[in-house]
């Protein structure tokens, strides 16, 4: 993998543990060496609260956010601070704080379909790699077609077989294809297959019944796999996500608002703050179709740092998959490696701002880009 930036760091540590194959990883070699890193960095961390509210003066019509109250151990408690990032996913500071957000796409409102992730051992995974090779309209174009021992195998399709199961019964009728890649340990597979549609991510209710859905079509594709699959006929499943996937709910808006057009066009911008390369990708929900456009190789686009800076407000930075952007550019942006860049140049701004006690917007980009570019974000 070509990364640099924090995400890197996590990428050396996995692979000190062996905890990570070529762009695959194991779940608890991510927490692990985040945790340390954390702990490393000095940061203080608190699991297990909730935002309960954004405490906010208003000044010349912007937000100046001078507290946050969470509630954990069955109390409240205040933490105030001079800057705040919104990394949340569901842009719920943003939305506190009534700072200016969308939501899904800008016509309907639709949101992207959720995903529970589950993992499967006791694969051939040479077995399933010929399977593809012998029959390659049947898998999108992408997909691993030589089996290297030591090296990542990404399958997706089977294309006729799933539309048989669906016509059987055997399958849910909203899966599309099948996908997996594999990880460090041989013959395992973490499965980005179950498409649970028609709810709302910012729902308590609607995520409940997301995790009961999707552990159904979790089963069902389970034993469809080993039933027809070559390959599964002695796999066993192993486990399911602690929590469904959720792709998209809220966006900040921001100084600027990233677009489709600025990422197939691999737009660069003067106040830079990191690059990406991946493209649309927009998991549709019924009655709309899905999306996946990519950027030629060798191509990249670049974040603004006016897309971190929410617009209504003096002291907020977002960061992660609730950035300024449309439904597109959201769709492209949304991913982890990209996630964690934006993350990184966030905290420097943040940290600068506190250091200069200077509003975000006047913090001298030269100095951000500098420390961004000892990093390698930019």
Not at 56 to 67: A, L, Y
Not at 202 to 219: H, N, V
Not at 242 to 261: C, H, K, L, M, P
Not at 313 to 337: C, D, K
Request: proline share 2%; with cysteine; charged share 25%.
């Amino acid at each position: 993998m070509n990364l640099t930036g924090e995400f890197e760091e996590i990428v050396k540590g996995m692979e000190k543990i062996g905890g990570v194959i070529d762009n695959g990883f194991n779940a608890w070699a991510f927490r692990k060496v985040v945790n340390e890193l954390l702990c490393e960095a000095g940061v203080k961390t608190i699991r297990h609260a909730l935002i309960f509210g954004v405490e906010f003066e208003n000044v010349n019509r912007k937000r100046k956010i001078t507290s946050l109250i969470l509630n954990y151990n069955s109390k409240f408690y205040r933490f105030p601070g001079k800057v705040f990032v919104d990394t949340t996913g569901d842009a719920e500071i943003v939305y506190l704080a009534n700072a200016g957000w969308m939501k899904g796409d800008e016509k309907t409102g639709l949101t992207q379909a959720m995903t529970l992730f589950f993992r499967v051992g006791g694969i051939d995974v040479k077995k399933a790699v010929d399977f593809v090779r012998a029959n390659p309209q049947q898998f999108y174009p992408w997909s691993t077609s030589e089996y290297i021992l030591g090296r990542i195998v990404s399958i997706a399709g089977y294309f006729d077989l799933v539309k048989e199961g669906k016509i059987k019964g055997l399958l849910p009728e909203e899966i599309e294809y099948i996908f997996f890649t594999t990880l460090p340990e041989e013959g395992e597979a973490s499965f980005n297959t179950t498409n649970i549609l028609g709810l709302d991510g910012t729902s308590s209710f609607d995520l409940t019944k997301a995790e009961i859905e999707g552990r159904t079509q979790m089963l069902q594709i389970y034993n469809f796999l080993k039933e027809k699959i070559p390959g599964f006929e002695n796999s066993y499943l192993l486990e399911s996500g602690i929590q469904v996937g959720v792709r998209e709910t809220r966006r900040a808006i921001g100084e600027y608002i990233i677009s489709g057009e600025d990422i197939l066009k691999a737009r660069k911008f003067k106040d830079a703050i990191a690059r990406a390369c991946y493209g649309i990708d927009i998991h549709g929900q019924r009655g709309e179709k899905s999306r996946l456009e990519h950027l030629k190789e060798g191509q990249y686009y670049e974040i603004p740092l006016r897309a971190l800076i929410v617009k209504k407000a003096y002291n907020l930075l977002v960061a992660g998959r609730n950035i300024s952007s449309t439904r597109e550019g959201h769709s492209a942006l949304r991913i982890q490696a990209t996630s964690a860049a934006t993350g990184e140049a966030a905290g420097v701004v943040a940290s600068l701002a506190v250091k200069f006690n200077r509003d975000v917007r006047k913090v001298p980009y030269e100095i951000i880009s500098e420390k961004l570019k000892a990093r390698g974000n930019i």
